[in-house]
């Protein structure tokens, strides 16, 4: 009897085997190998868009770093200063004012601190980086090529995230104006205008590749403020103007006090209550009359002294004395001297006594007339006619002259022009001040600054500040009429 008996079951293999592994990594390696340069390029694609993205926020820093700051950063784009080696490197100012850490502003996206690979400022004037917008702008009249055109004030951010393609760390200003004018990426990864040494950059390095390049325009021209300065000379107001010290006229044209030189004892003297007192060309100016009421006798000495002649009687006009001879007689005949001793027109025959009420004192009442003394400048004023001088006039009447309208007339002295001065933002500077200010210079001028600066105002009389002027337009006017600031 015969049994039977199952087949065994081969056993079944686990794995492969090391020809099929071989194969499958040869496979995938050969696949791998045509990936790599596509996810390479990727990432360095994405790593670019975003450097691009970032470059606007680092350059918004950085002029919000220079205006509030004032001043220009220095540039240094070689790569050998450390990242916190000057506060004053625009790295660091750009990340004072919001670009995050220096690293973040300095180094391009995907590159490690410290590499060689570093974003670029360059500056349209070369010569600014660094400097202060005092240091800059000066007095405002010179440091601008063309002020309807300023070419200077412009900087390119420029930046590539492959560590393989070198910017240059200085431009000409041509290459500059190159970039910021022509540079667009052209379809062929060329610029779409010019070649590579053009843009300062190697041709052999460079070429097909521009989508690498970012770059921002900062445009720093709208920072650029015309203020409009007009600056009249002021009148220089005398605390004390004596009469002599002004010029006596006549009613007859051109006379003068030399042509009259009897009058120039009497300038003081005016019939009394006939004073009075007139300017020309000029608005809001007051003047006082310093004067008094006086008898010939100014010092009252009780004797007739050089000047105190007024009506030239050759008599001391204050009392009974009427032949001056300082004795109260009692018995005057005028007809010894034939003199009309007591002014009633006619030469009287009969004596009579010069002590009228017989007290003994020379109490008859003296001629009183207006003595003035100065006239006061209270309040300056202003001149109307800026091409034409002030004057004041004192007018009266000097019935003991041979021509009794007279007047006196002083011209105005005026002042140099008001003191400008620029304020720098550093503590350790003086104000600058403004140039071109000289009386025989035009009144009115422009004067170029940049937004925020402060011009400092100083009255022309004793040159105390008086003012700041913030700059905060594009255009503004400031204006010293001859009397005040206006603005």
């Known amino acids: 009897m015969m049994h039977a008996y199952p087949l065994a079951k081969r056993p079944t293999r686990a794995g492969f085997t090391l020809i099929e592994m071989i194969g499958v990594m040869v496979v995938i390696s050969i696949l791998f190998a045509a990936a790599v340069p ?13 450097d691009r993205a970032a470059l606007p926020k680092i350059a918004a820093a950085l002029k919000l770093g220079m205006l509030r700051e004032q001043r220009f950063p220095l540039d240094m784009n070689a790569s050998t200063a450390g990242t916190a080696a000057d506060a004053d490197y625009w790295w660091n100012l750009a990340t004072r004012h919001g670009a995050g850490s220096a690293n973040e502003a300095r180094y391009p996206l995907g590159t490690i601190p410290g590499e060689a690979n570093t974003r670029k400022l360059y500056f349209a004037k070369a010569s600014w980086g660094g400097q202060s917008f005092f240091e800059i702008t000066g007095d405002g009249s010179t440091w601008l090529a063309d002020p309807l055109d300023p070419q200077e004030l412009r900087l390119l951010l420029v930046s590539t995230t492959n560590p393989d393609l070198p910017l240059a760390d200085v431009l000409t200003n041509t290459q500059f104006n190159a970039f910021w004018n022509n540079w667009a990426v052209g379809s062929d990864g060329n610029p779409a205008s010019g070649d590579w040494p053009d843009y300062g950059l190697s041709k052999e390095q460079w070429t097909g590749r521009a989508p690498e390049l ?7 021209r709208e920072w650029l403020c015309t203020v409009v300065i007009e600056n009249r000379r002021a009148i220089a107001a005398e605390p004390l103007m004596a009469l002599n010290e002004m010029v006596l006229v006549l009613p007859e044209p051109s006379a003068t006090l030399a042509s009259v030189p009897n009058n120039v004892t009497h300038t003081g003297f005016w019939d009394r209550g006939t004073v009075a007192l007139s300017s ?16 010939e006798d100014l010092n009252r000495d009780n004797n007739l002294n050089t000047g105190e002649d007024a ?16 004795t109260p ?49 209270t309040q300056r004023g202003r001149r109307i006619d800026v091409t034409q001088d002030a004057t004041v006039t004192i007018s009266g009447r000097r019935s003991f002259d041979s021509q009794p309208d007279q007047s006196i007339t002083a011209t105005l ?6 003191p400008l001065a620029l304020i720098s933002s550093l503590s350790g500077d003086s104000p600058l001040a403004l140039s071109g200010w000289d009386n025989a210079d035009d009144p009115i001028q422009n004067r170029y600054f940049l937004k925020t600066q402060e011009l400092l105002l100083g009255e022309p009389w004793t040159f105390a500040e008086v003012g700041i002027f913030t700059i905060t337009d594009n255009f503004s006017t400031l204006r010293f009429d001859g009397l005040q600031w206006h603005y």
């Not at 030239?312 to 001056?324: Q, T």
């Not at 009692?330 to 027109?345: A, G, K, P, Q, S």
């Not at 004192?361 to 006239?375: G, K, L, N, R, S």
């Open 38 to 50: 596509s996810v390479v390029n990727l990432i360095r694609t994405q790593r670019s868009v975003d």
């Open 214 to 220: 970012n770059i921002e325009r900062i445009d720093l």
């Open 280 to 295: 020309t060309n000029l608005q809001d100016a007051e003047f006082i009359i310093q004067a008094r009421d006086t008898t």
């Open 311 to 326: 009506n030239g009687n050759g008599f001391l006009d204050r009392g009974e004395d009427l032949n001056g001879n300082n």
């Open 329 to 377: 007689d009692y018995f005057l005949d005028e007809t010894i001297n034939n003199v009309d001793y007591n002014r009633n027109d006619v030469i009287d025959t009969e004596l009579y006594s010069e002590d009228l009420d017989l007290d003994d004192f020379f109490d008859h009442p003296a001629q009183i007339y207006t003595y003035v003394e100065a006239v006061m400048h």
């Open 413 to 418: 002295t005026l002042t140099n022009r008001a």
